[in-house]
């Protein structure tokens, strides 16, 4: 059973290498700024969950394709703090003010993930679910720690942020729920979309065994 990712995010590759599952990697070109402005004209304001599955969902349909046999998982994540959402900040200034909003804070982090069953070549159902997780930041973090990290370049292309899984993990004191989830791949969530097929977890075990 092949699991095709909708993803280029290292992490997600990671996380699910590391539970066995060595995926097809199908990079997605969605408009995800495109995409939430189509929502938005038809329904109105969007919040943090319905748009990570809104976007989890446009990933995975957007790879889909006849030569695809197996299933595609699509994921998009967001953190939520006080009720804004926040997603990559992209520059070094916007990382910062980030940072000196959520020190000794904590926020929601929201993935969404969209599964779609394309065994034997086409689209027979599709599902998805979200998950929130939420991570609490040292209070005694220095502006000197902040400074150093954004240097790193890490935290300018993930939502938040932050890592729980790399450079930010020793700022995190404190997770409330999957931690897999904030590296932006839920296993359980997968495993559960997954039993909703009829499909059992090891049958998508592919990678040997150290």
Known sequence: ???HLASTSPARLATLRAAGI?????????????????????????????MVELLARAK???VVSPSIDGFVLGGDSAFELDGV?????????????RWMLQRGRTGHLHSGHWLIDHRGGRAAASTGIVTTTSVTFASDITDEEIDAYIATGEPLHVAGAFTIDS???????????????VVGL????????????????PALWNRPRL
Not at 38 to 44: C, P, V
Not at 85 to 97: L, M, Q
């Open 186 to 201: 839920s296993l359980a969530a997968l495993r559960q979309l997954l039993l909703e097929f009829g499909v059992h977890w």
């Open 1 to 3: 059973m092949r699991l």
């Open 85 to 97: 959402i926040y997603g990559k900040p992209h520059t070094p200034e916007v990382a910062r003010e």
């Open 60 to 62: 995975a349909e957007a």
């Open 22 to 50: 060595e995926p097809v990697v199908v990079p997605s070109l969605v408009d995800e700024d495109a995409a939430v402005a189509a929502w938005q004209a038809e329904n109105g304001p969007i919040d943090a969950v319905t």
């Open 167 to 181: 450079l930010g993990a020793p700022f995190i004191t404190g997770v409330d729920g999957d931690p897999h989830a």
